[in-house]
C-alpha cells in the first residue's frame, strides 16, 4: 500500500531540525490525551488543537521478503548449500522483524506563530511551528507536514519535517512564506508516526487554527472612460439634458427665476430680447465591476506569473477607487460559484467596504474555486440585483465565449457594457491595441495552442468592438495607460 506521506526522512527538510528536550514539563495536566479514535486539548499557544488519528497500514517497506526468505530456504535444502539456507533464515528473521510493533498514535502539542498577521501583498511572512511529544512512548519515526494555504507560496525552508521524539521532546519547524492578496487560513497539520520497522504507520491530522489577511491598498487607475447611462445625481458623464452644467446645450425664452449668470446679455445687447442659455448636465453614474473569476479564468502566461484574475482584481481596485473619488456609484460583483455582491454606493464605509469585498471574498480568491458553476442561476440571479440605470465593467481575460456572450446579453438588456481584459495569452500578437497594452504583452512565444487561443481571443474583441461594445485590453502592469489610451480613441 502507498506511505501515507511518500518522501523519505531525507527529503523532509534541507537541515537537521530543531529538537528539544523538556522532560522537566513533558507531560501537563492540561494537556490531551488520546480518548477513542479522536482527542481534543490546548496546544502551547493557547488554541484548540483537535487531533483525528487513522487506522495504521502498512507502508509496503517489506514487501516480498518473506517470499524471498522462503524461496532460498527451500533451494537451499534442495541443492544441500547451507549458505543458500543461512541466508533465506535470515530473511525470515527480518520479516518476523517487520511484524513486530504497531505505529502509534501522534500525541503532540503543536502551536503556530506568523511574523505577521496583516501583511501587505508580497511581504515575506516567517512561520514558526513547533511540536511537543505530550504522550508516554517515544515517536521513533515521525513525520509532519503543515497545511500551508494553497495561494501562499513557500520562498525559504520547506513546510515539512522528519524526526524522532521521545517524551517530552519537541521539534521547532521554521519556513518562509510569500504574502497574496485574500484571507488565508492554515489547514490540518498531518502527522505519520511509524513503528521501528517502518514496515507500519499512522496518520493524525491536528488542526490549529491559524489566520493571515493580506489586504492591498486600492490605488486609482486614471479616470475611466465612461458611458451616457446615468443617475439622477450631479456628476461627470455628460447627457442630453439641458439645465446647469459647463457645456454650451441650446438656448430659450427668459423665464421669471432664472440665475443672472445664465442670461444670454449678448443676445440682449443685438436684439433687446431675454434669453437664457441652457447647459450641458452632467450626472453621477451607477457602475458595476464584474470580476470573471470562474475556474476559466485562473489563467497565467507562465507557472510564476499572477493569474488573470489577479489582474483583474488589481484593475477593479484602480478603477473602483477613481470611480469613487469622482462621485460616481460604484458596485463588486463576480462571475463565479461563490456569491460576490456589493451593492452600488458612495462614501468612505462603502469605500472600506469595497477594499475587503476585493481583497478577502472568497469568490475572488487566488486560487480556482472547486464547486461547480451554473451560468443560467448566476445570470437571473445577478439580473434580479443589479439597478436598472448601471452600466457594467467587465474584468476578463476572455478565454472562451462565456464572458462575450454575457457582455452581449447585459447589453441587450439596457445595461451599457464596457469589457476590460487583461491579456494572458503571451503570444503578443493583439494587433489591434485600441487602447491596449498589447505591446507590452504578459511574455512572448507560446507553443501552437497558446497561439490559438490568443486568435480566438483576439476574434471574441473584434466581435464586441463591432457589436458596439468597448473592449479595452492591457498587458502586465500597464492598465492606467491602458485607460489613458482608450479615453483619448473614444472621446474622438
Not at 90 to 118: F, K, N, P, Q, W
Not at 222 to 238: A, N
Amino acid at each position: 500500500m502507498t506511505s501515507a506521506i511518500e518522501d523519505d526522512a531525507s527529503d523532509a527538510g534541507d537541515g537537521t531540525p530543531a529538537v528539544e528536550d523538556d522532560e522537566a514539563t513533558a507531560v501537563e495536566d492540561d494537556e490531551a490525551t488520546a480518548v477513542g479514535d479522536e482527542e481534543t486539548g490546548v496546544d502551547e499557544g493557547g488554541t484548540t488543537a483537535e487531533r483525528r488519528p487513522r487506522r495504521a497500514f502498512d507502508t509496503g517497506r517489506w514487501v516480498g521478503i518473506t517470499g524471498v526468505a522462503l524461496a532460498l530456504v527451500g533451494i537451499g535444502v534442495v541443492l544441500r548449500q547451507p549458505a543458500t539456507v543461512l541466508v533465506g533464515a535470515t530473511g525470515v528473521g527480518y520479516a518476523l522483524y517487520a511484524r513486530v510493533g504497531e505505529a502509534g498514535t501522534a500525541e503532540l502539542a503543536v502551536s503556530r506563530t506568523v511574523s505577521d498577521e496583516r501583511p501587505d501583498p508580497g511581504d515575506e511572512v516567517r512561520v514558526s511551528l513547533r511540536a511537543r511529544n505530550v504522550g508516554d512512548r517515544s515517536c521513533f519515526d515521525l513525520r509532519l507536514v503543515d497545511g500551508v494555504p494553497p495561494a501562499l507560496e513557500v520562498t525559504d525552508g520547506p513546510a515539512r519535517v522528519a524526526t524522532a521524539l521521545r517524551p517530552g521532546a519537541s521539534v521547532t519547524l521554521e519556513y518562509t512564506v510569500r504574502a497574496a492578496r485574500g484571507d488565508h487560513e492554515w489547514g490540518t497539520i498531518r502527522a505519520v508516526t511509524r513503528n521501528p520497522a517502518g514496515s507500519r504507520e499512522r496518520l493524525t491530522e491536528i488542526e490549529t487554527p491559524t489566520r493571515l489577511a493580506c489586504t492591498p491598498d486600492l490605488s486609482a487607475g486614471g479616470d475611466l472612460p465612461l458611458r451616457g447611462l446615468t443617475t439622477v445625481s450631479h456628476g461627470r458623464v455628460p447627457t442630453d439634458i439641458g439645465g446647469s452644467g459647463v457645456e454650451f446645450y441650446a438656448t430659450r425664452e427668459y423665464r421669471r427665476g432664472d440665475p443672472l449668470k445664465r442670461v444670454d446679455w449678448n443676445r440682449r445687447a443685438r436684439t433687446g430680447e431675454l434669453a437664457t442659455l441652457d447647459l450641458r448636465e452632467e450626472r453621477a453614474a451607477t457602475v458595476v465591476l464584474l470580476i470573471d473569476a470562474r475556474s476559466e479564468a485562473y489563467v497565467a502566461p507562465e507557472p510564476s506569473a499572477d493569474t488573470a484574475v489577479e489582474a483583474s482584481v488589481e484593475a477593479a481596485g484602480q478603477a473602483f477607487t477613481a470611480l469613487l473619488a469622482t462621485g460616481d456609484r460604484v458596485g463588486i460583483a463576480a462571475i463565479g460559484p461563490g456569491d460576490c455582491w456589493l451593492p452600488p454606493g458612495v462614501g468612505t464605509e462603502h469605500a472600506v467596504r469595497g477594499r475587503e469585498t476585493l481583497a478577502t471574498d472568497p469568490a475572488l480568491a487566488p486560487t480556482p474555486p472547486e464547486e461547480s458553476f451554473y451560468p443560467s442561476l448566476w445570470f437571473r440571479r445577478f439580473r434580479r440585483r443589479i439597478p436598472a440605470d448601471a452600466q457594467v465593467l467587465l474584468f476578463s481575460p476572455l478565454t472562451d465565449r462565456y464572458p462575450a456572450s454575457i457582455a452581449r446579453r447585459l447589453d441587450a438588456y439596457g445595461h451599457l457594457v464596457t469589457v476590460l481584459s487583461p491579456d494572458a495569452t503571451a503570444t503578443g500578437s493583439s494587433a489591434d491595441a485600441e487602447g491596449s497594452g498589447a505591446a507590452d504583452g504578459w511574455g512572448s512565444g507560446g507553443g501552437a495552442g497558446q497561439r490559438l487561443v490568443a486568435l480566438e481571443r483576439d476574434e471574441r474583441i473584434r466581435d464586441l468592438r463591432a457589436a458596439g461594445i468597448r473592449a479595452l485590453e492591457w498587458g502586465d502592469g500597464s492598465f492606467p495607460a491602458a485607460v489613458a489610451n482608450a479615453g483619448r480613441r473614444w472621446s474622438r
